[in-house]
Every structure is written in C-alpha cells, then in structure tokens.
T-cell receptor, first 111, second 115 residues
Framework: GNSVTQMEGPVTLSEEAFLTINCTYTATGYPSLFWYVQYPGEGLQLLLKATKADDKGSNKGFEATYRKETTSFHLEKGSVQVSDSAVYFCALKNQGGKLIFGQGTELSVKP | DTAVSQTPKYLVTQMGNDKSIKCEQN?????MYWYKQDSKKFLKIMFSYNNKELIINETVPNRFSPKSPDKAHLNLHINSLELGDSAVYFC??????????????FGEGSRLTVL
C-alpha cells in the first residue's frame, strides 16, 4: 500500500540554522509528492510539490527534490526564521488516489 | 474572506452526545473532504464528496455521517460520541483541476473534546 514516513519531531533550531526534514514514501506507480505546512492555530496549506522524478519543488526558501531511487522527498531550507515554526507534513498522491499524509514534524525556531 | 470555514472552532461535550460540525467553502470547488487529526498530529482522510456525491468513505464508524446539501457545504454529524473521537477535524476542498494534483485548501479545524 501507499504510505509516508517522516522524521520524528519536535525539531528545535536556532534562527538562521539549516533545516532538513526527512521524508520517505512507499507507493505503487509514480506518485506526486507534496509538503504541506500547518502554522499554529491554522489549517494546512500547500508549501511545495513535485510531480515526477528529479523534479525540485520550491517556495518561500524551502526546497525538496523528488528522488525515485531513494523514494525520498526531504524538505530543506538554508536559513530558518522564527516565523517558520510550524508542523510540516509530507504527502503523496497516486493518479486518481487519495492524498496520504505522513505523521507531521513539528519545527520550533528560537531567536 | 475565509475560503474554507468551519464551525464551531471548539466543541466540548459529554460521551454519548450527538454533535455536528459545519463546513462551507466559497472557492467554487467541486470536491470537499473531512480529515481527522489525532493528538499526535497524524492526519487521516475520513470522507470525500464530489458535487454532493460521496466518493471516498474510509473505514469510519457509522456513527459518523457526512451530509452535503450542496457542493459548497459538507457537514459532519457524529452520534453517540466516544472518548476516542476527541481530535481536530479538518474540512478541505479542491478544484477539479487541482484535485488530481493534490492541492487541497483546508479550514482552520474544529477541536472536539469528549469528556
């Protein structure tokens, strides 16, 4: 079946630190991959996506590359800010299928 | 203006009660969803409706009954509430063009606490 596994949180970083949140997936076929972000007290919103192998999704300084050989879609940012504190969800979707989320990784950025 | 709005935002109730959560979207989307987020932040789909028709129904107890009076509304009614129903329930919607790309638009969530 399809599933998504993320690194456990919480992740605590200082401002301007480098961020990596690992995400690996199991899927049949060739899924599309996503990162969603949930800021405190809000619903999820799409952060970035990649629809095929070797695609790189990017937004707001965040990047993730679709790696088929390692079935991974790790989220990175070169310099985090306090305002990036949120819960980050990796997700996948097969053609015509449901959007399946990982368990979420909480990020806390300290000034 | 809020694109996907849910009410109430917080709901505290006793075991055995029946409660409803309402959802409305003003984005003109055809597809709406209900997700349940547990205390560990794990997010799982419960139902999906496309133009008022049920298209996804996960293995959810039949105490949960979604109702879609029109494509802009998807309400969730829960009968005989149990402690394990305590969670945050998220409504979401998607446009036909983005449904296949996985872009969903979420409400702010409704936190249900069952005592």
């Amino acid at each position: 079946g399809n599933s998504v596994t993320q690194m456990e949180g919480p992740v605590t970083l200082s401002e301007e630190a480098f961020l990596t949140i690992n995400c690996t997936y199991t899927a049949t076929g060739y899924p599309s991959l996503f990162w969603y972000v949930q800021y405190p007290g809000e619903g999820l919103q799409l952060l970035l996506k990649a629809t095929k192998a070797d695609d790189k999704g990017s937004n707001k300084g965040f990047e993730a590359t679709y790696r088929k050989e390692t079935t991974s879609f790790h989220l990175e940012k070169g310099s985090v800010q306090v305002s990036d504190s949120a819960v980050y969800f990796c997700a996948l979707k097969n053609q015509g299928g449901k959007l399946i989320f990982g368990q979420g990784t909480e990020l806390s950025v300290k000034p | 203006d809020t694109a996907v709005s849910q009410t109430p935002k917080y709901l505290v109730t006793q075991m055995g009660n029946d409660k409803s959560i309402k959802c409305e979207q003003n984005l003109g989307h055809d597809t709406m969803y209900w997700y349940k987020q547990d205390s560990k932040k794990f997010l799982k789909i419960m139902f999906s409706y496309n133009n008022k028709e049920l298209i996804i129904n996960e293995t959810v107890p039949n105490r949960f009954s979604p109702k879609s009076p029109d494509k802009a509304h998807l309400n969730l009614h829960i009968n005989s509430l149990e402690l394990g129903d305590s969670a945050v329930y998220f409504c979401a919607s998607s446009h036909p063009g983005t449904a296949n790309t996985g872009e969903l638009f979420f409400g702010e969530g409704s936190r249900l606490t069952v005592l």
